[in-house]
T-cell receptor, first 116, second 117 residues
Framework: GAVVSQHPSRVICKSGTSVKIECRSLDFQATTMFWYRQFPKQSLMLMAT?????????EQGVEKDKFLINHASLTLSTLTVTSAHPEDSSFYIC????????????FGSGTRLTVV | AQKITQTQPGMFVQEKEAVTLDCTYDTSDQSYGLFWYKQPSSGEMIFLIYQGSYDEQNATEGRYSLNFQKARKSANLVISASQLGDSAMYFCAMREVLTGGGNKLTFGTGTQLKVEL
């Protein structure tokens, strides 16, 4: 249980184009989803928290207009990297909180973005 | 703000031996949760074990156990009978409850574990 499906797993795009990454909760309702960015050999850095039906909360230093997050339903959150540049190349991974009381966090399988 | 510290960038262990991965944390909250995740080279984050701040017993899940020392603010992961498939990056994380009722995970820098024959 508590599975999050993330697509695509890998994407290569040209500079200046936009890329959309989807995360779907398959067997539970994800009222809150988290988007992380991870550089090679480094830790996960939280980019933003999205709550279903409301605007995402971005961490300090994360450009809202570059990383558009939409959480329109209880099972789908999307991250769109707009006008991508090579420095946006990274591993992006989503996470959702599940359960009540002592709750946990389940993760998508990640998306490796390469901007050329 | 909460902080998670993992002081071992890399660890080696021989197959079938036990290994301890260190994690210390800093928080002023009374209620918090500590997690360990495994990240193989493929990138997915695999949940291993959870310890609540009010749990009196150390958490165990199969070959994984958490050595929780609240006074020292440490939550070390112990992997018994290491297997080659345990080679991966391991992250310690703390759940932080935010003002307004939200929550988020704060991660340590990770420990790269390599299991050798």
């Amino acid at each position: 249980g508590a599975v999050v499906s993330q697509h695509p797993s890998r994407v290569i795009c040209k500079s200046g184009t936009s890329v959309k990454i989807e995360c779907r909760s398959l067997d539970f309702q994800a009222t809150t989803m988290f988007w992380y960015r991870q550089f090679p050999k480094q830790s996960l850095m939280l980019m933003a928290t999205s709550n279903e039906g409301s605007k995402a909360t971005y961490e300090q230093g994360v450009e809202k207009d570059k990383f558009l997050i939409n959480h329109a339903s209880l099972t789908l959150s999307t991250l769109t990297v707009t006008s991508a540049h090579p420095e946006d190349s990274s591993f992006y991974i989503c996470s959702a909180r599940y359960g009540t009381g002592t709750y946990g966090y389940t993760f998508g399988s990640g998306t490796r973005l390469t901007v050329v | 703000a909460q902080k998670i510290t993992q002081t071992q960038p890399g660890m080696f262990v021989q197959e079938k031996e036990a290994v301890t991965l260190d994690c210390t944390y800093d928080t002023s909250d009374q209620s918090y949760g500590l997690f360990w995740y495994k990240q193989p080279s493929s990138g997915e984050m695999i949940f291993l074990i959870y310890q609540g701040s009010y749990d009196e017993q150390n958490a165990t899940e199969g070959r994984y156990s958490l050595n929780f020392q609240k006074a020292r603010k440490s939550a070390n992961l112990v992997i018994s009978a290491s297997q080659l498939g345990d080679s991966a990056m391991y992250f310690c994380a703390m759940r932080e409850v935010l003002t307004g009722g939200g929550n988020k995970l704060t991660f340590g820098t990770g420990t790269q574990l390599k299991v050798e024959l």
